[in-house]
């Protein structure tokens, strides 16, 4: 259904003049991602998550707005978007987002600094500039995705696709994604937008949680992209080392047997491959009662009363986590070969 919209979409646009995106591949999907991707990290999983999104050869990448909060400033992730449009040669816009949270769920957080103002600005200029609807990713708090739906909701209710919300727990509890900004989450989770809810917690597999072990996902990827990986996890200091000319360095046995060892818990793959039409057995959206609480407290209800929201559900754990396992490997297997 979604591919043939597109086509049709594209082909209505071609008519009349619109000019499409100029690098996507045909039918793509356009993306606006936005990650608390940081540099030195808190988390990797958020350059494993960047990796994949590059890796998707049928996302149309129209912006990354790093989720800055005050646990990101000094400090967004900007190195690893750049190592990947390195390797990838692929350009992509990014800007970084909002430092306060949002002081009640209608801000629209005028007042905050200029510099912050850039994540809102990229979000609304990119759906304005799309030539087709828009799937928009958030891991991390959602507050400049609601910030920039408090400014022109119609425009989110005419250009929005899809809004992947990696956030929250079904059973009861606030996941820390929602304590970052509780009002942004509140308000996108309870708009009239097209939400597909992929909950980081839960029970009865309304969770998307998984592990792997990094070399086993690694091992056969490229050098370069390898070495993303070594810069991201060795903290190193873009003042020291490089970030593009450390690429091509030779990786020492230690630091690539240490890396390779290391568990990694994962939350986003299915989204991304739910959004690229790479759907799987192993997971799937049901629409569901959600009870939300203005705290951000989510439950499945599985009444009539609540929220209807399409809910992310995983089946056998071991089979979920052997596909995500297997697809990042195939996805990373080729990603900057050519460099």
Request: aromatic share 10%.
């Amino acid at each position: 259904m979604h591919r043939h919209f597109n086509a049709i979409l594209t082909a209505m646009l071609c008519l009349y003049g619109v000019a499409v995106s100029s690098g996507a591949e045909p039918e793509s999907v356009p993306i606006l991602y936005t990650t608390d991707l940081y540099h030195p990290h808190d988390d990797p999983d958020d350059h494993f998550d960047l990796a994949t999104l590059f890796a998707l050869r049928e996302f149309d990448i129209r912006g990354i707005v790093i989720d800055t909060g005050t646990a990101g400033v000094g400090r967004p992730g900007l190195v690893a978007i750049q190592q990947m449009m390195h390797i990838t040669r692929r350009t992509v816009a990014y800007a970084t987002g909002l430092t306060a949270n949002l002081r009640s769920q209608g801000d629209r957080a005028e007042d905050q600094p200029g510099a912050a103002q850039a994540g809102v600005d990229l979000i609304l200029k990119a759906l304005r500039e799309s030539p087709k609807p828009v799937t928009i990713f958030t891991t991390g708090s959602l507050r400049d995705v609601a910030a920039a739906y408090n400014r022109d909701p119609v425009l989110f209710k005419n250009k929005v696709w899809r809004l992947y919300i990696n956030a929250g727990h079904t059973a009861g509890e606030i996941e820390w994604n929602v304590k970052l900004d509780p009002h942004a989450f509140v308000r996108i989770l309870d708009s009239p937008l097209p939400v597909y809810w992929v909950p980081c917690f839960g029970t009865d597999g309304f969770e998307s949680y998984w592990q792997f072990r990094q070399g086993d996902v690694l091992e056969t990827a490229p050098r370069v992209l390898q070495n993303v990986f070594v810069y991201a996890l060795t903290k190193a200091s873009p003042k020291e080392r490089d970030p593009i000319a450390s690429l091509t360095e030779p990786i020492a046995q230690e630091t690539r047997q240490k890396i390779g060892a290391l568990p990694r818990n994962m939350w986003c793959t299915a989204a991304f491959l739910h959004a690229a039409g790479r759907e799987d057995r192993t997971f799937t959206f049901r629409k569901v009662s959600v009870h939300l609480d203005n705290n951000g407290t989510t439950r499945i209800t599985h009444g009539v009363d609540g929220l209807q929201v399409m809910t992310f559900h995983r089946g056998d754990p071991a089979a979920y986590a052997a596909f995500m396992q297997r697809t990042l490997r195939d996805l990373f297997a080729h990603l900057g070969a050519d460099r």
